[in-house]
């Protein structure tokens, strides 16, 4: 019964007026690994190669900072109006006003890369290791948690819990409340209220779905790897093969890992390929 409604909406998958068109930029190749956005703008950052998105002319112009000298644009997060900079012993907090990256001091966790901060409904919390921590902003204080593993009933009837011994923050993905940890062969739904891996995702694809993979856009979730192109549908909990059929492209195929968002525009942007949804 479950395939016959995954059939029925692969065939009912219609293109969208959205596509994806080549995205002219001036000399500047953003790569998304790269690009952050901090009050409605988007700056890209790679060590000596520093620049700010003009929206109305689309050129990035070379940007200037105070405190950081090389600054990389994949070690930036953005949490309740603040940006900051976080990369092993290398903590920093953002003065808008004087384009100054000041150091910052942490309590519970001082050594951390920002590469592992996810903001997940309004917390920001870092996701990496044996632990997860939670960020108190009014200490400035991180916390750590442990996770309770999942727990099931055998066979024989007995009580079994699944623990993981590590966490990867790409794993981690955001549909609607709920949160899914996905890849390496382990499948939870997080639920980051009680720190529980609870129900185990069970999904009607025949690979393992990593959710580096998984993108978001208008509130959907999508799923592209490659030629593995699927969109989510939250309500019979199950991907549905894209076959481009949600958005005209002129891809073959391509990754989540190049995609990038800002003030309603959606891009991708890998070296020589750059993209526009439109």
Known sequence: ELQAQIDELESGLTVQSEKWVDKQWNDLLPSAGSVWVYNGKAYYSNYSNQYVLNEITDTWE?????????????YVWVYNGKAYY?????????????????????????????QNVLII??????????????????????????VKGYSYIDSDGG?????????????VWVCGDTVYYDGGNSHYILNLDTYTLEEKNVWNVDFD???????VYNGKAYYSNDKLQYVFDASLNVWVENN???????????????????????????????????
Do not use: M, R
């Open 62 to 74: 070379t940007k200037t900072w105070s405190g950081v000298s090389s600054l990389v644009g994949s």
């Open 121 to 146: 409904n309004n917390k920001a919390y870092f996701i990496a290791g044996s632990s997860i921590y939670s960020l108190d902003e009014a200490t400035d204080t991180w916390e750590s948690h442990e």
């Open 209 to 215: 779905l990593s959710g580096i993979y998984v993108w």
């Open 86 to 114: 976080s990369k092993d012993k290398a903590q920093y907090v953002l003065d808008e006003t004087t384009d100054t990256w000041e150091t910052k001091t942490w309590s519970g966790l001082n050594v951390f890369s920002g």
């Open 159 to 171: 009580v079994c819990v699944e623990t993981l011994s590590s966490y990867i923050s790409s794993y």
């Open 244 to 278: 481009g059929k949600e958005f005209e492209s002129p891809f073959v195929a391509f990754s989540a890992v190049y995609i990038w968002s800002y003030n309603g525009h959606c891009y991708y942007s890998s070296s020589s390929v750059q993209a526009e949804l439109v």
